[in-house]
């Protein structure tokens, strides 16, 4: 089982379109399913009319998940997975701010806690945030693109937030907990999410499970050597693209071709990516 796991707060663009092309390249070379999941964690950013489109714009270029998910309604999920933990005696309330957070931007451009309010034994209530205590220990994992690796969560952004003050779940959080609870068996994502692998693993440990997932991290699409694609800045839509009249096909093979994936842009279907990732 794999997931493909837009937010839906902004229009589906091609960098969306790579990973569907590794997700469902993948999926379809090895035999597994494919979960659709809205990861609208953040309340405050998503918005139904972006679900929409993301689900139209699939459905246009020809990507079927054989389930769906949404987070929004899986809160008693998140909530049962942060009950563990807090049985455990591992989470603490924290009422820091970015202002307060004390340390250094690592390449992932995240602040690292301090730990801060580890032991100042805070109630839980509305405007604080929940932590859960991240072990000093290394991670290590092979990436199936990109080899071995080490990370040490501790040192990269300390103790990880579950709930923010908003009463908001974290992507960190939600991701790792659906990862768990929906039997993914191969988180396929860009580069981009690499830093955030170790502390999913050792978050998920945390919450019983014994054996992590398999990782592919896949190079982005770039628009300069330093920005990535991005929805946020409406770069390379779907959208435009179709009411430039272009067709599904050409959408996938020029994505394919933007990747490195194929030596120069030509339609692909669907059912010709398991050939084209899978080399």
Not at 160 to 173: A, E
Not at 226 to 247: C, F, M, P
């Amino acid at each position: 089982m794999t997931r493909f796991a837009p937010a839906p707060t902004g229009y589906l663009h091609v960098g969306h379109v790579l990973n569907a092309i590794y997700v469902w390249g993948i999926a379809r070379a090895t035999g597994a399913r494919v979960v659709l999941r809205i990861e609208d964690h953040d309340r405050q950013r998503s918005r139904p009319e972006y679900e929409r489109a993301l689900v139209e714009d699939l459905a246009w270029l020809g990507f079927e998940p054989d389930e769906h998910a949404r987070q929004s309604d899986r809160r008693a999920v998140y909530e049962d997975a942060l009950a563990r933990l807090r049985a455990e005696g591992l989470t603490y309330a924290c009422d820091c701010t970015r202002r307060q957070i004390a340390g250094v931007k690592p390449a992932a451009g995240e602040l690292r806690y301090n730990g801060r309010c580890r032991d100042r034994m805070l109630d839980e209530r509305s405007g604080r945030g929940v932590r859960v205590r991240i072990n000093p220990g290394e991670e290590v994992f092979d990436d199936l693109l990109r080899g071995p690796q080490a990370q040490i969560p501790a040192e990269q952004a300390g103790d990880i937030l579950l709930r923010d003050r908003h009463g908001l779940w974290t992507y960190q959080f939600a991701a790792t907990v659906d990862d768990f609870a929906q039997d993914i068996t191969h988180v396929i994502r860009g580069d981009d999410l690499l830093e955030s692998t170790g502390r999913q693993i050792q978050l998920a440990r945390l919450l019983g499970r014994a054996a992590p997932p398999a990782f592919l991290h896949h190079p982005l699409i770039m628009k300069s050597p330093t920005q990535k694609v991005s929805k946020s800045d409406a770069d390379t839509g779907i959208r435009d693209l179709r009411a430039e009249g272009w067709s599904a096909r050409r959408v996938i093979g020029f994505t394919a071709a933007l990747a490195g994936l194929i030596d120069a842009p030509r339609d692909l279907d669907v059912a010709d990516l398991a050939a084209v990732v899978v080399q």
